[in-house]
């Protein structure tokens, strides 16, 4: 079985891969393209060129909204301030999956945390 800190490491390992995948990416999509304008062109004509590409898009921001909302919601009960949680929302709508990655680390053995899971809403 996994320890606390054993699992806190391979998110966080996992968040900065994942985090250098994006950049690594993002860098060879605008190069590919010639510069960021014309990268973000093509996709804009890809995206209302294929519906399936629009439906794909359109269900991953669906997604990344209810997990920032989620998100949003387990700061506040975790005792996140304001400028913090808006600090969190605003990293995670910039570089996605790293910072929720980084988020669930911290959520390891924060007393804060522990039972929050499993009262729903409301059950206070």
């Given at each position: 079985?996994?320890?606390?800190?054993a699992?806190?490491?391979?998110l966080?390992?996992l968040?900065?891969?994942?985090?250098v995948?994006?950049?690594?990416?993002?860098?060879?999509?605008?190069s590919?393209?010639?510069?960021?304008?014309?990268?973000?062109?093509?996709?804009?004509?890809?995206?209302?060129g294929d519906?399936i590409l629009?439906?794909?898009?359109?269900?991953?921001?669906?997604?990344?909204?209810?997990?920032?909302?989620?998100?949003?919601?387990?700061?506040?009960?975790r005792?996140?301030?304001?400028?913090?949680?808006?600090?969190v929302?605003v990293?995670?709508?910039?570089?996605?999956?790293?910072?929720?990655?980084?988020?669930?680390?911290?959520?390891?053995?924060?007393?804060?945390?522990?039972?929050a899971?499993a009262?729903p809403?409301?059950?206070?």
């Amino acid at each position: 079985m996994l320890t606390r800190g054993a699992i806190r490491v391979a998110l966080l390992s996992l968040a900065l891969l994942f985090l250098v995948w994006e950049a690594y990416g993002a860098a060879q999509w605008v190069s590919h393209a010639g510069g960021v304008g014309p990268a973000l062109r093509h996709f804009w004509t890809l995206l209302h060129g294929d519906w399936i590409l629009l439906v794909v898009v359109t269900d991953l921001l669906l997604i990344a909204g209810v997990v920032l909302a989620g998100l949003w919601i387990d700061a506040a009960r975790r005792g996140f301030t304001l400028p913090r949680r808006m600090l969190v929302a605003v990293a995670f709508i910039v570089f996605g999956s790293p910072v929720l990655l980084w988020y669930l680390a911290s959520r390891i053995g924060d007393p804060a945390s522990r039972g929050a899971a499993a009262s729903p809403p409301g059950d206070a």
